[in-house]
């Protein structure tokens, strides 16, 4: 193997580089959320996201503080199994494992070939992502839906003379203004993060292009959505956000913006729940299509 590996340069992720990593991503049939361009601009302030090109393949880079960076599977055309063998050089050069994040199963299947006892892996649940049949959601039809149906219907009936508007550059200072209110953050790392990260991305939601948007009641807004279309076939929701005085306005949000913005997207990724029990009983209790597994892995430390 040669040392092309020394030749690797990773940069940290801005807006500007929308285009190129599309470029990569629209040549992969992937499913998961992670490496939706949005989803890695709008964390990119809680944590270090860089890429790099190698072997015509794009390879994106993570390091949470205090932690050692891991890498997603390499995505495009290219020469991955070499891509994948250079990147093992350069950790190793660097006295650090190969690590890999939201893995899915076949990808997984690469590196077991690959590597075979060298690698150690573990299914992560609590990053699992679920994807949704969007009809479904719109129109929440059947016995397994029927209380789902019942909640939304109260919904409409309660605050009746809502209305959904789609997040423009008529609405979009104000929805800022409202976020910064309803930011309850406090001394929450995490939720400091998102907070960031949701302001962020409002304050360049065309250039992003997101599609998104808003509940309102009594002229006030009392919930917003935003997400982005990855594939002919699927979308994924990157934020939910909704005033819990209002009785069922995250259930309303989320089938009011699927059936104004993404009826046309057969599946939408609703995201991982993080091991929250709540949020994973709420995801579940509207009956996934698919739960996709995602798994972690790390490559043994050998010389090569």
């Known amino acids: ?68 960076p891991f890498v997603f599977f390499p995505i495009g055309m290219g020469d991955k199994i070499r891509c994948i063998k250079i990147l093992q050089q350069y950790f190793y050069a660097q006295n650090m494992p190969l690590e890999f994040h939201s893995l899915e199963k076949n990808n997984l299947n690469t590196l077991i070939h690959i590597f075979g006892n060298n690698i150690h892996y573990n299914l992560n649940r609590d990053r699992s992502d679920y994807i949704y049949n969007t009809t479904n959601l719109i129109h929440l039809s059947g016995r397994k839906y029927h209380k789902k149906k019942n909640h939304l219907n109260r919904f409409f009936q309660e605050y009746n003379g809502f209305t959904f508007e789609k997040i423009t550059e008529s609405n979009i200072h104000e929805l800022q203004t409202i976020w910064q209110q309803w930011d309850n953050a406090g001394d929450d790392i995490g939720l400091q993060n998102e907070s960031k990260g949701i302001m962020s991305a409002l304050q360049h939601y065309n250039d992003l292009d997101f ?50 913005c993404f009826y046309e997207v057969k599946y939408v990724n609703r995201e991982e729940d993080l091991g929250i029990e709540g949020l994973r009983k709420a995801k579940l209790s509207y009956h996934p299509d698919i739960l996709l597994e995602k798994y972690e892995a790390i490559i043994e430390y050998k010389i090569l």
Not at 40 to 65: D, G, H, Q, S
Not at 217 to 244: Q, R, Y
Request: proline share 2%; with cysteine; charged share 15%.
């Open 211 to 260: 599609m998104g948007g808003l509940l309102r009641f009594d002229s006030n807004i009392i919930a917003f959505s935003f997400g982005e279309v990855i594939s002919p076939k699927l979308c994924v929701i990157h934020i939910e956000k909704a005033n819990t005085a209002y009785r069922g306005a995250y259930q309303a949000m989320n089938q009011q913006l699927l059936s104004h």
């Open 1 to 68: 193997m040669s040392n092309s590996y020394h030749n690797i340069a990773f940069k940290e992720i801005t807006l500007q580089d929308k285009m190129i990593i599309s470029t990569f991503l629209q040549q992969e049939n992937f499913m998961i959320s992670d490496i939706a361009f949005g989803n890695l601009f709008i964390w990119r302030l809680a944590r270090k996201i860089e890429f790099a090109i190698i072997e015509n393949c794009l390879v994106i880079k993570t390091t949470y503080p205090n932690q050692k």
